[in-house]
């Protein structure tokens, strides 16, 4: 039996099954196994325990030739035309729009090329799309002052084409011919023809000026006649039509003759103005100074400076100018510079030649008058009579000269005389006037020392200068030493509300003062004040102690020192370090002074109407004060002798004083006088002239005041009807038909207005609307069940979101940084293989000329040889 015999396609089956069934052998050099330390249990294995470094390299590789390589060789390479023209690919756009961008994009290029150095020379400036360049500029104004010709001085066309250059070839007329002149001649003529001819135009122009002054005169005479007729048909009954302005015209107007701001210096700071004005106060105590000495502005010595050339070397020593000050002409651009300095420098030498040469004039006058005399007797000869009248004349002036020398003396001394009485009196009038500087004073004693012997203005003006010549901003202790003025002015406001009288005008002027020292030194100014507060409240106390809890009210100065108080400091805040502690203390007054008298009643409407000053602006409930005021009512109240009245301290319902303002008789007619502050509250006030019904009158009428105010402050108070019920009932119980009328209408009227106020709805204690609040929806909080690692993720999904987006950029850039610096070495390795290259090709070439080289020479050379042989 025959073999069988296979096919091709048998054969190529089985080296495929063989190929399928051959295991792919592994390079184990080119396997990097990741091994782990230890197995954990639960833990996920790594994909990426094994891996095979060379493989990924070599596909990387082959990925980059196929991709990075290709584009670096064909970088540099343009074989394929691209239309990169504005529009050319957009078919939205049309012809006129792509035209038009490109325009612009032009334009922005080469703005951006010749922006830097762009003069604006290149364009062309347009009016209403005509190029300014060729409109017509008609730059001959017309000016009446100046000569209009017709001509431009040049010479006319028939003399030039006559007489200049080509005149033989014209033929000239028969008139022509005969005239033999010159051409000098000529040109004679032709100048005075043209000067007739402009003197005639001159004269035109004259005769039409006085004709158009002429007409101009008849037309306003002929103007006044038709405004007299319009006029007279206006009587007749005529309307004329009157142009109505406009508001834009008014507008328009107003803004045309609206004043313009103006530049003006800038505004000088506070340390610049003290600075001048200390600088002023130092000049004027020189000038003071000055004239106590009787020294007056002439006789002042003015510094006077010797003028030094550049080149002097200094070897002119002289003495007397040992001191003086030098100084140097200057020049800049052919002008002297110093002209002021050297004019009054040339008057002052002019003035000491004018001293230290008398004896020399002297001497010169003397030699001139030889010099006449011999010249006056060469000039007239022997004539014997004329020299005799010449002595005449000479003993008739020495006459003269004596009379004039007598009556220059009598000036001279009356002169003096008048200079010395002048001076005494500047003398005088210099020592009673105010210095202009003046030091802090150390102590209250100083102070005294200072300001005793003065006026009410002179004191003002003392105070003023010391602070002007201590400004803060001045020296650096200055801040210190006007702390201790402040300090030393507050006690001498409270003395001068003990004088007799009191000084009223003077402690109103000292406010400002006190006012702007404050603002200088807040701190210390506020202590300062404390401080005096707090000493007159320690003597209060010990007075009350002494009487059983009962006190008096203080003297004026203490009263007064609560209404500066309200001047310095405000009064509106909910505590402050000096208004708190002065308002505490006035209330403490109005609770525990009894009103015994007059006076207590006077000081008491004071320190109420002190308080209504300090919480006009907070409206702070302040119950002393309404108890007080109703407690004056009940003392003017008629009382009933079988009901006690409930009243409340310091005021008592029982006693001999119950009635101290209640009327004796009654005074329909009674006028109401304002009262003297400074009388009534001084410590030494008789109360026999207080004790009167007009005294009562008043203390009820400014009471009635204080409850109407007190009663529009608190009106929004919801115990308003509470506070002022009682004193409606004490006001029904005064005896109003003792009353004036003024009093009577103004008892009424503030009746009328708290009742108003009483009857006003109140608002009902209701639980405060609010608008109901959903509950917080927080986001549930999932933990996890342990699984055995460490849960890192902490936060909320959002959170996490972000960390885990944060992780993967991270990733990512390192990953995109790897294979940029791959990149980077692929590209680099390609240039070192084709410089190799490169260089291999020339070495080649080089050894292949060096071999051509060799051959040549030694062909010569072994012709050369055959030669010889």
């Known amino acids: 039996m025959a073999k069988k015999r296979k096919q091709l396609a048998d054969k190529i089956r089985v080296n495929r099954n063989k190929r399928k069934e051959a295991p792919k052998t592994v390079n184990p050099f080119e396997v990097k196994i990741n091994h782990q330390k230890h197995d954990v249990l639960g833990r996920k294995i790594s994909k990426h325990d094994k891996g095979m470094p060379g493989l990924s390299r070599s596909k990387a590789t082959k990925k980059r030739k196929e991709t990075l390589l290709h584009d670096y060789e064909n970088q540099f390479k343009a074989n394929k035309f691209v239309d990169q023209r504005f529009g050319e690919t957009d078919p939205s756009l049309s012809l006129e729009d792509k035209m038009l961008k490109r325009f612009a994009i032009e334009r922005l290029k080469m703005a951006d090329k010749h922006s830097k150095f762009n003069l604006n020379e290149d364009e062309e400036l347009t009016h209403y799309g005509q190029s300014l360049s060729q409109i017509e500029k008609f730059e001959d104004p017309d000016d009446s002052d100046e000569e209009e010709d017709d001509d431009d001085g040049r010479i006319g066309a028939k003399m030039v084409s006559e007489e200049h250059f080509g005149g033989f070839m014209t033929k000239k007329e028969a008139e022509d011919a005969?005239?033999?002149?010159?051409?000098?001649?000529?040109?004679?003529?032709?100048?005075?023809?043209?000067?007739?001819?402009?003197?005639?135009?001159?004269?035109?122009?004259?005769?039409?000026?006085?004709?158009?002054?002429?007409?101009?005169?008849?037309?306003?005479?002929?103007?006044?006649?038709?405004?007299?007729?319009?006029?007279?048909?206006?009587?007749?009954?005529?309307?004329?039509?009157?142009k109505k302005v406009d508001d834009y015209d008014i507008a328009v107007r107003e803004l045309q003759f609206e004043m313009k701001g103006k530049a003006t210096d800038r505004m000088k700071t506070e340390e610049e103005i003290a600075k001048e004005e200390k600088e002023k106060l130092d000049k004027l105590e020189m000038d003071r100074i000055r004239r106590m000495k009787g020294i007056t502005e002439e006789e002042i010595p003015s510094e006077k400076r010797i003028h030094f050339s550049a080149d002097d070397l200094d070897d002119g020593f002289v003495i007397d100018g040992a001191d003086k000050e030098k100084f140097q002409v200057s020049y800049k651009d052919g002008k002297m510079e110093n002209y002021e300095d050297v004019e009054a420098h040339v008057s002052a030498d002019d003035e000491e030649g004018d001293e230290k040469s008398d004896s020399d004039d002297d001497n010169e006058d003397y030699e001139k008058e030889d010099v006449t005399e011999e010249n006056e007797e060469e000039e007239s000869g022997d004539d014997s009579d004329n020299s005799n009248d010449s002595y005449e004349d000479i003993a008739s002036e020495d006459e003269e000269a004596g009379q004039s020398g007598d009556e220059e003396e009598d000036k001279e001394i009356t002169i003096s005389i008048e200079k010395n009485r002048k001076g005494k009196a500047m003398i005088e009038a210099a020592t009673k006037e105010i210095p202009y500087t003046f030091s802090v004073p150390e102590n209250y004693e100083a102070l005294l020392d200072l300001l005793q012997e003065h006026s009410v203005s002179d004191q003002i003006t003392i105070m003023r200068r010391v602070c002007t010549c201590h400004h803060p901003s001045l020296a650096e202790g200055n801040k210190s030493l006007l702390e201790t003025f402040f300090g030393l002015l507050v006690q001498y406001y409270g003395d001068l509300a003990l004088q007799k009288p009191p000084q009223l005008h003077l402690m109103e002027q000292m406010m400002s003062i006190l006012y702007s020292l404050t603002q200088q030194s807040p701190v210390a100014a506020a202590q300062a004040v404390v401080d005096q507060i707090a000493n007159m409240q320690k003597e209060f106390k010990q007075i009350c102690d002494r009487r059983a809890g009962r006190g008096i009210y203080p003297g004026l100065d203490t009263l007064l020192m609560f209404k500066l108080v309200s001047m310095l400091f405000p009064t509106s805040d909910f505590y402050h370090p000096v208004t708190t502690p002065s308002l505490l203390f006035l209330c403490q007054m109005l609770a525990q002074c009894s009103v015994s008298q007059e006076r207590d009643v006077a000081a008491g409407l004071f320190v109420c109407s002190i308080c209504l000053e300090y919480v006009s602006l907070s409206k702070r409930y302040i119950p002393e004060v309404v108890n007080f005021l109703h407690g004056l009512l009940f003392l003017a109240a008629e009382k009933d002798s079988n009901k006690i009245e409930p009243v409340v301290p310091p005021f008592k319902p029982v006693g001999k004083n119950v009635n101290l303002l209640l009327l004796s008789k009654a005074m329909p007619e009674a006028e109401i006088k304002k009262w003297k502050m400074s009388e009534l509250l001084s410590t030494d006030v008789e109360r026999q002239a207080i004790c009167n019904d007009e005294f009562r009158l008043s203390a009820i009428h400014n009471s009635l005041i204080l409850i109407r105010e007190f009663s529009n402050l608190y009106a929004e108070l919801p115990s308003y009807k509470e506070i002022f019920t009682p004193i409606t009932n004490m006001c029904k119980k005064l005896p109003v038909q003792n009353f004036p009328t003024a009093l009577q209408k103004s008892l009424k009227n503030l009746m009328e207005n708290i009742c108003a106020n009483c009857e006003r709805k109140r608002k009902f204690l209701v639980i405060q609307n609010k608008k109901p609040q959903p509950l917080k929806m927080y986001e549930p909080k999932v933990e996890e069940v342990f699984d055995g690692k460490k849960n890192k993720q902490k936060g909320t999904k959002d959170f996490t979101e972000h960390q885990r987006l944060v992780h993967k950029h991270k990733r990512e850039l390192k990953g995109a940084i790897r294979e940029i610096k791959k990149d980077n070495q692929f590209l680099a390795r390609q240039k070192l293989q084709k410089q190799l290259l490169l260089d291999a090709e020339r070495k080649r070439k080089v050894k292949q000329i060096y071999a051509m080289l060799s051959t040549q020479e030694g062909d010569y050379q072994a012709m050369k040889r055959k030669k010889v042989e």
Do not use: P
Request: net charge positive; proline share 0%; hydrophobic share 30%.
């Open 178 to 242: 005969r005239d033999a002149r010159s051409w000098k001649e000529k040109m004679e003529d032709v100048i005075a023809k043209s000067k007739k001819e402009k003197y005639d135009r001159q004269v035109e122009k004259e005769k039409a000026k006085e004709m158009t002054e002429k007409l101009d005169e008849e037309w306003s005479s002929l103007r006044m006649l038709m405004s007299s007729l319009s006029k007279a048909k206006n009587s007749k009954g005529e309307e004329t039509v009157q």
